[in-house]
């Protein structure tokens, strides 16, 4: 049975709406882990799913008129809620407007970007913020034009102590200066605190919330953690509505963009 319909303020007084259902917490899904994301804007890109995350796009760069977004992290609230298909889909369509982007793996616990790319993850992220190569060894191209992508690298046993170090401060100044666009795929923000630290780092954020599947407490919780760093929240994507839910315009797995102008 749906709960009452949950509204939850950003920044600056807008309201973003939820229909979320209570539900048992969700086994962790490892496929992607595995085997990747599914990669809808590059093997497909005429579809209507292909379409939206075109609509995400635009969304986004027009969410905040007044300010450059250079850095967008896309995290959810939740492990398996679909937010590094979301990101790493959007990094495609954005490529495809003939700017320079680079997805960067900030999931040091659970990567998929180098899977999804079939890349090597030999040298990656954390390797970089140990401090024992330099940037220019851990930018890879991709298959797509204009995508260059960051791997997480091998695992370390303080992603966030790495995350919050002066290196990371370093590939913001130097990348910022050699790309469009930087795209985070970070780590759930109520599992660890690692979201947190990147976010109050980044131009924007965005959360990910897949319907009938968030919580409403989590996704509270995550936007409240989000403040807690005055973290430029830009707005939410409620992914894997299915077209009867979205009456009869959009088919597919994913919707629309919410809260695009939260100020």
Avoid at 41 to 54: C, G, K, L
Avoid at 59 to 69: E, K, Y
Avoid at 207 to 226: D, E, F, M, T
Wanted: one cysteine or more; charged letters at 20%.
């Amino acid at each position: 049975m749906i709960k009452k319909l949950t509204k939850i303020s950003l920044r600056g007084g807008s309201k973003v709406a939820f229909k979320l259902f209570k539900k048992s917490v969700p086994k962790l899904d490892n496929y992607s882990l595995s085997h990747g994301v599914s990669l809808v804007t590059y093997d497909n890109p005429i579809s209507t799913i292909s379409e939206q995350f075109n609509s995400i796009r635009t969304n986004i760069q027009f969410s905040s008129v007044d300010r450059n977004l250079r850095s967008i992290l896309f995290t959810s609230s939740a492990p398996s809620e679909g937010k590094s298909t979301v990101s790493n889909n959007v990094a495609i369509s954005w490529a495809k407007q003939d700017k320079r982007v680079l997805l960067i793996d900030a999931d040091l616990r659970r990567p998929t970007i180098h899977r999804t790319f079939g890349v090597s993850n030999h040298l990656g992220l954390s390797n970089f913020l140990s401090g024992t190569v330099d940037l220019g060894t851990i930018v890879q191209p991709t298959m797509v034009e204009n995508l260059f992508v960051i791997t997480s690298g091998p695992t370390a046993p303080n992603p966030s102590e790495l995350l919050g170090s002066q290196r990371i401060n370093q590939l913001f100044a130097t990348l910022s200066e050699e790309f469009d666009c930087l795209i985070f795929d970070a780590p759930p923000i109520n599992s660890v605190t690692d979201a947190q630290v990147l976010a109050a780092k980044v131009d924007g954020v965005v959360l990910v919330v897949p319907y009938k599947i968030a919580n409403k407490v989590g996704v509270a919780k995550a936007k409240r953690s989000l403040e807690t760093v005055h973290a430029h929240i830009l707005g939410v994507i409620m992914n894997r509505m299915t077209k009867d839910k979205l009456e009869g315009y959009y088919g597919g797995e994913y919707s629309g963009y919410y809260g695009v102008n939260p100020k």
